[in-house]
């Protein structure tokens, strides 16, 4: 047989490399072995959602490495959300790596971790890109698709890549090539969602997807990057359902022993036929009020 059949012959796929399936690092969020990509524009919390992601991996200790590249925020950010602290002085499997600590370029640097993507190098390993336009021009076809081949060869030496990049002007679409949504695995657009104090809430939409990864929402509190699940309901909560919310907790907070629908209806300024306000009453029980019957009519009080 030629040499050169000899060496594909080494090289072909085998019987064990299809007996993986898709695990999730984060539940109908984050598939391993995959480059999910996350985009939105300047000032909604892109950032803040990749460190309570990385946070939310370091603390469930199921990975070997982390290695978050930072070309976006500068380290007065950084330091002003005391990232040294709750990052990067806690946890050793963590790489922190920021511009003012390279020799070489953000280009070169993913250049370098490509040489080093032979198979299964990166096995249980995280890389989190922050952001895309860093590295790349992200308008040109030819750069782009080189970034991209990059990343997917090191995708296929095991590891898990997350990408934080900008929409454009309207919100709706990433900005750039279509090799970037041609070469990731899995896009979410991201949208922050009316929150408290101290948090930020996220609600992430998918665009494409190839491991069952669904419509998900988080909240990340800002002073200790702990990462949780939001329901989905709430994080989708339109103006009309902010308000409605609003005055039925400030309702019952001022009447301790309950309100019957009726009595919480007219103390929001609804009539007790409102379809729609009898409706969001509905479906937000349980999840910011309580409602128990007694007799014939239910008793609503906050949880």
């Not at 709706?172 to 695995?185: A, E, V």
């Not at 300024?269 to 009453?281: E, M, P, S, V, Y």
Request: aromatic share 10%.
């Amino acid at each position: 047989m030629n040499d050169v059949f000899l060496y594909l012959n080494e090289l072909k796929l085998q019987d064990e490399h299809f007996d993986e399936e898709v695990e999730f690092l984060i539940d109908d969020f984050l598939p391993k072995k995959l480059i999910t990509m996350y985009y939105a524009d300047g000032g909604n919390g892109k950032s803040w959602l990749a460190q309570g992601i990385t946070k939310h991996l370091l603390e469930k200790d199921k990975i070997k490495n982390l290695t978050y590249i930072d070309f976006d925020n500068p380290v007065s950010v950084l330091k002003e959300r005391n990232i040294n602290d709750l990052l990067i002085k806690k946890y050793k499997k963590l790489n922190y790596i920021q511009r003012s600590t390279l020799n070489i370029s953000p280009f070169e640097l993913l250049m370098k971790l490509e040489e080093h993507a032979y198979s299964g190098a990166y096995d249980d390993c995280v890389f989190i890109i922050d952001s895309l336009r860093n590295i790349v021009d992200i308008m040109h076809d030819g750069k782009v698709m080189r970034v991209m081949n990059a990343l997917m060869n090191m995708r296929e030496a095991g590891a898990t890549i997350i990408i934080l990049h900008h929409s454009n002007k309207d919100g709706k679409n990433y900005q750039g090539s279509n090799n970037i949504r041609n070469s990731i695995d899995c896009m979410y657009r991201l949208n922050k969602r009316p929150s408290g104090d101290d948090e930020i809430n996220f609600l992430l939409d998918v665009q494409k997807e190839r491991a069952g990864i669904n419509d998900c929402a988080f909240c990340v509190k800002t002073e200790s990057l702990e990462l949780r699940e939001m329901d989905f309901d709430i994080a989708c909560m339109n103006e009309y359902e902010l308000e409605f919310v609003d005055k039925v907790k400030k309702s019952l907070s001022m009447r301790k022993d309950g309100l019957n629908k009726t009595e919480l209806l007219e103390a929001t300024g609804h009539k007790k036929d409102d379809k729609t306000a009898r409706d969001t009453l509905d479906k937000f029980t349980d999840k910011f009020w309580k409602a128990k019957k007694q007799g014939n009519r239910y008793i609503y009080s906050l949880n």
